[in-house]
C-alpha cells in the first residue's frame, strides 16, 4: 500500500508541473551581438509618448506641405496661359521691378528666401520676367528707385543743369542696339513688386524723391536737430560741396574732403556741426546715396511735366519675419501653417502676372493730434491749423503690422542714430500729388471664382482619398490601368531611352 501511493504522490506531482514545450530558436548572430531576445508585445508608455508626439508633428509637416504645394500648384495654373500668348519678335517682353531689402536684424537671405519659395514659381508660370532692385542696408532700395526715376526723366526730355545722364556706356550702347533693330518696349502694363514693409516705406520714399526732387546733387545744408522741421527760409544758410552719386564717383574734387584733426583736450568740447558728407566718407564708401530731398519740402516742390497721370501698379508683400527665443511658439506655428501664406502670397502675385484689375489707393480724413508728429522729421500736422485734421493715406496703413515684429534696432531713437538714414523708424509721408497716381494690383472676382472652381475639379478627378493612393500602387505594382504620359507621348522629341 505504502509503494502505491509513493508512485501516485510522484505521478500528481508530474502533473502539477507545467509542460516544458520546445526552446524557441534564437539567432546566433544576435546573441553573439549581445542583442536581447525580441518579442512582439506593445510598446512601452515612454515609447508610446515619443512615438505620438513625432508621428503627430511628422503629420503635421507633412499635411502642411501637401496643401501648400496644392495652392502654389492652383495659381500657377490660373496664369499658365499667359505664358502661351504669342510675343512679336520686334517686342520685349513684359519685365517687372521687384525691391528686396534685408529685413530689420537680418540679412539679405530671408528676403532673397521667400522671393524663390514663394513668389518665383507664379512667376515663372507665367512666363514674366523681372529686374531685382535689392538693398543690403536701410536707403539703398530708396536710392535705387529715385535713380531709377530720375534716369527716366531724362530720357523723357528733362534736362539737368550738370551734363551727366546717370547711365552707364553698356545702358546707352544697349538702348541704341534696340532701336536700331526696331525693338519697342512692353506697351502694356508693367508693375513694381515690394517685398516687406520696410521695403515698402522706402519705396515710397524714393517714388517721392525721384519725382519731386531735383534731377542734380543738391547743396546740403548744415545738419541740425533731426526732430525739426526744416521749413523754407530766406536766411542764407551753410552750404557744402555736393557729393558724387554711385554713377560718378570720380566728380569729388580733391577740396571737397576738409580736413578734420581730432580735438586736443584744451580745446572747448562743445561739439562743432560738422561739414563731411556721410556717403562719400573714407571710412564707410558703401553708404547708400543720401536723398536729394527731404519729406518737409514736399508742398514746396515742382512735379515735372513729364509726370504721367498714374505710375505703374505697385503690390506689397507681407515679408513674416519674426526673431527672439521668445517668439517660438508663434513661429513654430508659422512653420505648421505656411500653406496659408503660400495661398495669399500666390493670390497676390497671380494678380501682378495678370494685371487685369488694379485700382487706386484710398484717403481718409482724420483728427490730427500733435502726436502724429513723433518719430518724425516732418511736421504732419500744424498746431496752428484750425481745421486740426490731416490726411490719412492707405500707403501708410500698408502692412504696418510688421513694424511690431521688427527687430529693436529697427525701433531706436532718431537721436541716437544721428548721421544715418531711419527710413524705417520715421513716419511715412505721402504728398497728394504723388498718393493720387499711385495703384495697387488687384484680383478680380473672376479670377478667385476660377481659381477656386478649377482646383475643386483637379481634386475631384484625381481622387485625392483612398482610391488615389490605390490607384498609385496599383500602377507602381504594374496592374493598374492608364499610365500617366511620358515626354514622347506628349510630342516632345527624343527617344524613350533618352
Request: with cysteine.
Amino acid at each position: 500500500m505504502a509503494e502505491k501511493s509513493q508512485s501516485g504522490d510522484a505521478e500528481a506531482a508530474k502533473k502539477a508541473l507545467p509542460s516544458s514545450g520546445p526552446k524557441p530558436v534564437e539567432n546566433p548572430a544576435f546573441r553573439m551581438m549581445g542583442l536581447p531576445r525580441f518579442k512582439f508585445k506593445l510598446p512601452s508608455r515612454n515609447w508610446l509618448i515619443f512615438i505620438s508626439i513625432t508621428g503627430s508633428f511628422a503629420t503635421a509637416i507633412l499635411y502642411d506641405r501637401h496643401h501648400k504645394k496644392r495652392a502654389q500648384q492652383r495659381w500657377c495654373n490660373i496664369v499658365s496661359h499667359v505664358a502661351q500668348e504669342p510675343l512679336s519678335v520686334k517686342l520685349m517682353p513684359r519685365r517687372i521691378t521687384v525691391f528686396l531689402s534685408a529685413p530689420p536684424g537680418d540679412s539679405l537671405r530671408v528676403a532673397r528666401e521667400h522671393f524663390h519659395e514663394y513668389i518665383k514659381p507664379i512667376l515663372v508660370a507665367g512666363a514674366l520676367d523681372w529686374e531685382v532692385v535689392e538693398g543690403r542696408r536701410e536707403g539703398e532700395v530708396r536710392a535705387g528707385l529715385a535713380e531709377k526715376v530720375r534716369k527716366l526723366r531724362r530720357r523723357n526730355g528733362e534736362k539737368p543743369q550738370l551734363d551727366s545722364s546717370g547711365e552707364s556706356k553698356e545702358e546707352i550702347e544697349d538702348e541704341q542696339r534696340r532701336h536700331s533693330s526696331d525693338i519697342d518696349d512692353w506697351h502694356g502694363v508693367q508693375g513694381d513688386l515690394i517685398l516687406g514693409r520696410h521695403t515698402w516705406k522706402e519705396y515710397v520714399r524714393g517714388l517721392h524723391e525721384g519725382w519731386l526732387g531735383p534731377l542734380d546733387v543738391p547743396p546740403l545744408e548744415t545738419p541740425s536737430d533731426p526732430l525739426s522741421p526744416k521749413l523754407p527760409s530766406n536766411e542764407p544758410t551753410n552750404l557744402r560741396e555736393p557729393y558724387p552719386s554711385k554713377q560718378s564717383p570720380n566728380t569729388l574734387p580733391s577740396s571737397s574732403l576738409p580736413d578734420s584733426p581730432s580735438p586736443s583736450p584744451s580745446q572747448d568740447s562743445t561739439p562743432a556741426p560738422s561739414t563731411a558728407t556721410p556717403s562719400t566718407s573714407s571710412s564707410n564708401p558703401s553708404s547708400p546715396v543720401p536723398p536729394y530731398i527731404s519729406p518737409s519740402a514736399y508742398p514746396h516742390s515742382q512735379l515735372p511735366p513729364s509726370t504721367p497721370d498714374s505710375f505703374a501698379p505697385s503690390l506689397p508683400l507681407a515679408l513674416p519675419h519674426l526673431l527672439g527665443f521668445l517668439n517660438t511658439p508663434t513661429r513654430l506655428y508659422r512653420f505648421l501653417t505656411q500653406r496659408h501664406l503660400a495661398n495669399s502670397a500666390g493670390a497676390s502675385v497671380a494678380a501682378l502676372v495678370l494685371g487685369s484689375q488694379s485700382r487706386s489707393f484710398t484717403c481718409s480724413i482724420a483728427a490730427a493730434t500733435p502726436a502724429d508728429n513723433e518719430g518724425s522729421s516732418s511736421p504732419l500736422f500744424n498746431p496752428e491749423d484750425a481745421s486740426g485734421e490731416r490726411r490719412v493715406w492707405e500707403q501708410e496703413q500698408v502692412l504696418e503690422g510688421e513694424e511690431g515684429e521688427w527687430h529693436k534696432s529697427a525701433r531706436e531713437d532718431v537721436a541716437s542714430t544721428e548721421g544715418k538714414e531711419r527710413v524705417w523708424r520715421e513716419r511715412m509721408v505721402v504728398d497728394k500729388r504723388i498718393g493720387d497716381r499711385m495703384r495697387v494690383f488687384e484680383l478680380a472676382s473672376e479670377e478667385a471664382n476660377r481659381a477656386i472652381r478649377e482646383d475643386a475639379e483637379r481634386v475631384k478627378e484625381a481622387g485625392w482619398g483612398v482610391s488615389r493612393w490605390m490607384k498609385v500602387l496599383g500602377n507602381w505594382v504594374g496592374i493598374g490601368g492608364e499610365k500617366e504620359p511620358r515626354g514622347w507621348d506628349m510630342g516632345l522629341v527624343g527617344e524613350e531611352d533618352d
